[in-house]
């Protein structure tokens, strides 16, 4: 039984369209990648803050039952337990905003994932190479699977405005930079009581 051959070759547009998934596969894996590392170090600066106020409350709850006879220590020492507990609580919910981007991070990756599988599936036909609709699908099916603001604006950038997938990074970059800053001022303005 002989193997049928396919023979084709994709044409110039094609092979752009391939390289713009491909470019936009990369750039989402970077930025990614980049957002892991900036939420792994979060993670180990917030546990290890944790870990010496937890010390410092264990050491002033010591300390309290050491000084009942003494009102006036006592209160002191509340006072240092209710403000390590405070602090503590506060770096808390960073921890969980840093467990918040490992979630964005799967959802990045499955996101290429599927880019990468329909791309596969687009490739591998020789029909369906060719064909104008089957590139707009599934672009569109692409487009759709953007449902974090940032890969909308990667695929905006990389798609509908041609930018290079370097520069992309470096844009995507300083925007999220800018917007960890502002999302830092605005905790910085919440007064806690």
Do not use: C
């Amino acid at each position: 039984m002989e193997k049928q051959e396919t023979n084709y070759v994709l044409g110039s547009k094609e092979v752009q369209q391939t390289i713009l998934v491909l470019n936009l596969s990369i750039a989402q894996i970077d930025l990614s990648i980049t957002e892991g590392d900036n939420s792994v170090n979060t993670l180990i600066d917030s546990f290890t803050f944790m870990s010496h106020h937890i010390e410092q409350i264990q050491q002033a709850g010591n300390k309290l039952a050491e000084m009942s006879e003494s009102s006036n220590d006592v209160d002191q020492h509340k006072s240092v337990l209710l403000s390590e507990a405070g602090e503590l609580s506060l770096k808390m919910q960073q921890a969980i905003i840093a467990f918040q981007f490992y979630d964005k991070l799967s959802q990045r990756l499955e996101h290429v994932s599927h880019g990468l599988t329909g791309l596969a599936d687009i490739v591998s036909h020789e029909m369906k190479v060719k064909s104008e609709a089957e590139w707009e699908a599934f672009k569109s099916s692409v487009r759709k699977g953007t449902t974090m603001r940032e890969e909308e604006e990667l695929f905006e950038l990389i798609f509908d405005q041609h930018v290079p997938t370097e520069e992309a990074i470096e844009i995507m970059k300083e925007r999220m930079r800018q917007r960890m800053h502002e999302v830092d001022e605005a905790e910085e303005e919440i007064e806690f009581f």
